[in-house]
């Protein structure tokens, strides 16, 4: 097997294997549909490492000349280079970009043309078609490695060092089929380069045992810092003594209550209103995953929707399956925020957890509310409501809520807002809306 690309010096097996890799990714996306001889595994991996190589140049030999026609036509189009800078050293990136190029190959080829002899009858029309056939996926291509770009990126600020390549491989399909919604595609875009507020650091406890957090004169052994054990004996056991030795500062942090978000998705939130409230939901993910708080996210219009729940340390998958919720939902339907409120404060009592919870209601909607029925739903447990009214006003809502806020722009810097009020009112830090 030989790679249609000059300056690619691996072993055959590894080529072999990632053409594999990459076929079989097609292959789901294809379905039953089957791919045409002369897309093999040698084509497969010519076309990732074309993806992923700077400057990827052809070679000019080859058994198969539509193989290597197809190879050359992908590095003179331009729309490949505007795909390129997103597939440059990046292994996931350029899988999806080397799958969804056979994939859309494959659909917008005629049926004929499948075998070697029919190759060799009609290889003037097949060239034709072939060459239609890669414009066409090419566009189909930029958009799934812009969204699969910024899906690597979201879970890897969300979860960093957690995710290996190889476990990155059994999720592949997934985010392709993700890069297909529009509505993710939009979200995405939404917090593309938002920068979270700086982290405040979690509550923590005194614990011999702990992380070390600094250091502090005192008479524990276990704890000593390990300059001491070069002071003179005689002056090392007076300082014990008199418990005035240097120790290790330990510490543990103090487990955080879970992070719960109501999503209104009423009729009126069409549009703008329910993507900013989708790009607000995962910026506030990727808050409650560094602080190792679990997470719900839950829709609501009339009636509560499915329930979306996150462990505190989650895997990529946890991720994947969050993004796939908020891009399925539609908005439509009424709005019974007090129904919403009591599913959710329902959830996190089931989850029996001790420490203070937060709910962020993020809704347009101007429901009638008691203040002292809404008082009654949120002090069963320690809660925070946090309210974020998007145009409207609710005088009851901000009675019982531990922040109130109202946004008109739903830009980045009120996307920004949210998160730090939460975290403020989270760590204690006096805060104003």
Known sequence: MGILVKGVAIPETIAEYQGEAILKLAGKLIGARSFPDWIDKELAASIYYLFYLPFPQVA??????????????????PSFWKIKPRTVIDRL??????????????????????????????????????????????????????TAKEIESLITSTIPGSTSELAFEDILEEILLL?????????????????????????????????????????????????????PDELFYLLLAESKLLLYRRV????????????DK???????????????????????????????ARFFDALPHDLQESPPYPEARHVLRLLEYLGTVKAGGGTDITRALATAISDIESGRTREVADIVLITDGEDKLSVN?????????????????????????????????????????????????????????????
């Open 179 to 231: 890069s297909r919604k529009t509505d993710i595609a939009k979200i995405l875009e939404k917090l593309s380069g938002v920068k979270l507020p700086n982290y405040i650091a979690r509550k923590t406890s005194r614990y011999p045992k702990g992380w070390i957090e600094g250091v502090e004169l005192g008479g524990d052994p276990e704890r000593i810092h390990h300059s001491q054990l070069a002071l």
């Open 60 to 77: 000019k030999e080859s058994r198969n000349p539509l193989k290597l026609s197809l190879v050359s036509n992908i590095l003179e189009s």
């Open 266 to 296: 009423s009729g009126s939130m069409q549009g703008a209103k329910i993507d900013w409230a989708r790009a607000v939901t995962l910026a506030l993910y990727q808050r409650a995953v560094r602080e190792g708080r679990r997470f719900y």
């Open 373 to 433: 029925v809404l008082k009654g739903i949120i002090h069963r447990i320690p809660v925070r409501l946090h309210t974020v009214m998007i145009g409207g006003d609710n005088p009851s809502l901000r009675r019982v809520s531990e922040s109130y806020m109202t946004v008109r722009q739903l830009g980045e810097g009120d996307l920004i807002r949210v998160v730090d009020n939460v975290e403020k009112a989270r760590a204690g830090i006096p805060h104003r809306f």
């Open 252 to 263: 543990f942090p103090l487990e955080e209550g879970p992070l719960y978000v109501l999503l």
């Open 93 to 146: 990136v350029s899988m999806v970009a080397s799958a969804s190029l056979i994939e859309k190959i494959v659909r917008n080829l005629p049926k004929q043309g499948n075998t070697r002899s029919e190759i060799g009858e009609n290889h003037q029309e097949l060239g034709d078609s072939l060459s239609k056939a890669l414009s066409l996926a090419l566009r189909q291509v930029e958009k799934d490695t812009r």
